[in-house]
């Protein structure tokens, strides 16, 4: 059984979590081998970034031992970088697992908490400057939807966790697995407007 763990705070921003979690769940709906599971601090429910409210599987103290660990972005981030029961948890849940990923501003908590600190990493567009300042990531990359680092994995800002999540059931099982998930979701981004940034 492989167990990917989401973990979720006050603020998450809701794409980041929830595209992941999509990826995840399609996945273990094809394989029986497969458990995902939220956990935040104190279980209960969380409430996110613009205001979705998502009943936790499990606080920090019954969390099971997980193989792929995913930290989501968003303003809580802000808040819960300087958390040490989080931060403490996170460089300890990071040990035993297979992979350790992020999308937008989790990639904050991996550098403080310690699984990213001095590899290359990347985050939303607007919080490149956030995360530089922190200076605990080795380098933050511009441009790039995700970035591996061992077995560190962080992804740009919201959609782009659905992107790393693909690509990471890709590595863990085959691409062709991977391929047959992004259909079920019928992910095909054709987006209606390009992004004038």
Not at 96 to 104: A, E, G, I, R, Y
Not at 117 to 144: C, F, P, Q, S, Y
Not at 150 to 161: E, I, Q, R
Request: glycine letters at 10%; one cysteine or more.
């Amino acid at each position: 059984m492989t167990t990917f763990g989401i973990l979720f705070f006050d603020g998450t921003e809701e794409l980041d979590a929830v595209g992941p979690w999509e990826v995840f769940t399609m996945a273990s709906k094809q394989r029986d081998d497969i458990a995902v599971v939220s956990i935040s601090e104190h279980g209960g429910t969380v409430t996110c970034n613009k205001g979705m409210r998502i009943l936790m599987d499990h606080g920090f103290a019954d969390a099971p031992k997980l193989d792929v660990l995913l930290v989501p972005g968003g303003q809580g981030t802000r808040t819960e970088v300087d958390n040490p029961a989080l931060l403490q948890w996170i460089e300890k849940t990071a040990k035993d697992c297979q992979w350790v990923t992020s999308v937008c501003t989790g990639s904050l908590l991996l550098a403080e908490a310690g699984p990213a600190a001095g590899k290359r990493i990347t985050t939303h567009w607007g919080a490149m400057d956030l995360v530089r300042k922190r200076a605990k990531a080795g380098e933050v990359l511009e441009g790039v939807r995700y970035v591996r680092d061992g077995n560190v994995v962080t992804s740009a800002g919201v959609s782009a966790g659905i992107d790393m999540a693909l690509w990471l059931i890709g590595e863990i099982y085959t691409p062709g697995f991977a391929r047959s998930v992004q259909r079920n979701m019928e992910y095909d981004p054709a987006p209606p407007y390009a992004a004038e940034v």
